[in-house]
């Protein structure tokens, strides 16, 4: 489920029990449990094609469908456009991020994915039992919550199609201590740790 700043909710077989990522209720802060960065690696300057966590003065366009939102901006440059959405015929969602350069220079973009984990009711019960870790042969993240009473045997994963990437499942080491999704500490260094694990 998203809105029109990107922000929603994701889940799996039961919207309540087994959310994937937390649910705020409060629509005037709408923190967003989902986000994609995009930054600059020559200058070192990061935004987001949505309109949470971090919103330009440069315009937002969403469209939502059925089955379908798409997300539009334009900055820096780099016109964006952020497909998600869920086949209907796979339990996966799917967000497609496309880019044109509007320069007449060539551009280094990373983009970076970032989703806050509950695998259960609620993020505050469920954090301390989420455990990850990374596929060897695919490069995924891998998350499972064993405590989960009615989805324990379930996994969640974040993949992407890039094949250089850098991760972290440490939410302090991403976002940095009392930091913010506007000003994420991962995205001032240009690499990750790799950490994963429980907790």
């Known amino acids: 489920m998203t809105t029109e700043t990107g922000a929603g909710v994701t889940w799996s077989n039961n919207s309540r029990e087994n959310r994937l990522t937390p649910w705020s209720n409060d629509a005037v802060s709408n923190p967003p449990p989902e986000c994609v960065f995009l930054r600059d690696e ?6 987001t094609p949505t309109a949470l966590p971090i919103r330009e003065t440069s315009p937002y366009r969403a469209t939502h469908g059925q089955g379908y939102s798409i997300y539009e901006h334009t900055s820096h440059g780099i016109r964006q456009e952020l497909t998600v959405f869920a086949p209907v015929d796979g339990n996966v969602k799917i967000s497609r991020l496309r880019l044109k350069n509007l320069t007449s220079r060539k551009r280094l973009i990373s983009v970076t994915y970032f989703a806050e984990l509950v695998l259960g009711v609620n993020r505050a019960q469920s954090a301390p039992f989420v455990i990850t870790e990374i596929d060897a042969a695919t490069g995924a993240i891998i998350a499972r919550n064993p405590y989960n009473n009615e ?10 199609s890039a094949e250089t990437r850098t991760w ?11 930091g913010s999704l506007a000003r994420p500490a991962a995205l001032l260094r240009t690499d990750l740790s790799g950490a994963n694990g429980a907790g």
Not at 42 to 47: D, H, M, N, V
Not at 151 to 160: E, I, P, Q
Not at 168 to 178: A, K, L, M
């Open 42 to 47: 020559e200058t070192g300057s990061f935004w």
């Open 151 to 160: 989805f324990s045997d379930r996994v969640a994963f974040v993949a992407t």
């Open 168 to 178: 972290t499942c440490d939410r302090q080491e991403f976002i940095g201590r009392n």
